[in-house]
């Protein structure tokens, strides 16, 4: 049985890093090896990329408007619709991976080409309309006026439309039925993790990774990847290395990613703090890499103390590599950890938790040990790109076909 072409239309897409773009990546290239046809639609946010450009196998299709600016992004309610009936001979499914701002175009499309249509939310509040507020205040707009109330209701009231809501977490799943999506229109599938690429090395292994890498070679090394914004939890993350580089003087904290386009970029308050404070010989940034894997297994641990996160690939991503974690249980990673069993779970801002955890897991090589071989299996079990993928491709064929196939549900809660 042949699986239906999709089309995934989306804010961003790779060489933009990040966890929403990774997961786009892996399934559009994931239906690619079995056989299907995928194609993005994305915006061109730096003129350098090509309009039409082929990825990993995949067509790419950017559109305008070009260039930098979060503001840019609303460009799309225009330009999308044009380009999804241009290329309507191309997909039989649409899905939009984050519809904050495409869901509203994608669904009315889809209405009018009479072809399904699937929304998946990247982050929390999408639905709720939460995700807009940060982003109005900066434009010193009162996010809870009468008329913001009304365009959400009037917009939440046409994204119902949609055939499917993807929840990559329980949270997510619950935002959706508190606001009008029916409990059969919602599917639960995580993101996943490429265990291929993501996966643990021997001892002689890091060491060479580590010189290859230009890492320390016997310093403990800790490890933050993902953007460096702050509800990552990245400044109380420094404020309290600050005080560990002072007992744990062969420690070293690598932070592997940049701001990016997030409005909440807080990379260069963190350089800034690194150079007033005296780290720069205990904190490295590397800036956005291609091989985040590599820095995962050259690292000892790996830290995580996110206050607001729908899932958190980069988490997942270390767990893959067998890398004990410390880790907040905030939105979607409650669905992930259990304290203990799987990773060290803190309070979302809690300093001296997290400065405690750190200390402890620098200091205790056999438990690093144990929860980095737990965290592997908690991936293996749930979380591998297979797995996802083929939950993917029942979603599609019941889209074009829902007569004709019974969907399993594919829980994201943990055991």
Not at 178 to 189: K, M
Request: proline share 5%.
């Amino acid at each position: 049985m042949s699986i239906p072409r999709l089309c995934i239309l989306t804010g961003t897409y790779y060489p933009v890093v990040g966890g929403g773009e990774t997961q786009t990546r892996n399934l559009a290239e994931g239906l690619m090896r079995r056989g299907s046809v995928a194609t993005v639609i994305t915006r061109r946010t730096d003129p350098a990329l090509q309009a039409v450009d082929q990825v990993g196998g995949v067509d790419v299709y950017r559109l305008a408007p070009v260039g930098p600016g979060q503001l840019k992004k609303w460009g799309l309610l225009m330009t999308s619709p044009l380009a999804l009936i241009r290329w309507r001979q191309r997909y039989d499914v649409i899905m939009v991976s984050g519809f904050s701002v495409l869901g509203l175009p994608a669904v009315l499309t889809a209405r009018l080409l009479g072809k399904p249509c699937i929304l998946k939310a990247d982050i929390l509040g999408e639905m709720s309309g939460a995700m807009y507020e940060a982003g109005l205040r900066k434009l010193g707009i009162r996010p809870n006026t009468w008329v913001l109330r009304t365009l959400l209701r009037l917009r939440n009231h046409a994204l119902r439309r949609a055939d499917a809501f993807v929840a990559i977490c329980s949270v997510m799943a619950d935002e959706f039925r508190e606001h009008g999506i029916h409990p059969r229109a919602i599917y639960e599938i995580p993101n996943s993790v490429d265990t291929n690429r993501f996966h643990p090395v021997s001892d002689a292994e890091k060491r060479q990774l580590r010189h290859e890498l230009n890492l320390p070679l016997d310093d403990i090394l800790v490890t933050f990847t993902g953007r460096l914004v702050s509800y990552k939890g990245l400044p109380l993350l420094l404020r309290t290395w600050q005080a560990i580089h002072h007992e744990h003087r062969q420690a070293r904290l690598l932070l592997v990613g940049a701001g990016g386009l997030d409005i909440h970029n807080c990379e260069a308050e963190l350089r800034a703090y690194t150079q007033a404070h005296d780290l720069g010989s205990s904190v490295c940034f590397t800036g956005a890499v291609e091989n985040v894997h590599q820095y995962l297994q050259a690292s000892d641990l790996f830290v995580f103390p996110t206050e607001k996160e729908a899932f958190g690939i980069s988490l997942i991503e270390a767990m893959a590599c067998a890398l004990p974690v410390i880790s907040t249980r905030v939105g979607g990673l409650a669905d992930i950890l259990v304290h203990r069993q799987n990773g060290w779970v803190i309070e979302a801002g809690d300093g001296q938790q997290l400065g405690e955890a750190l200390h402890r897991l620098m200091t205790d090589p056999t438990l690093r040990a144990d929860l980095g071989a737990s965290a592997r299996r908690t991936v293996k079990e749930r979380y591998t790109t297979e797995q996802v993928i083929q939950t993917y491709v029942d979603l599609l064929a019941w889209a074009v076909a829902p007569a004709e196939h019974t969907l399993p549900q594919m829980s994201v809660r943990g055991k």
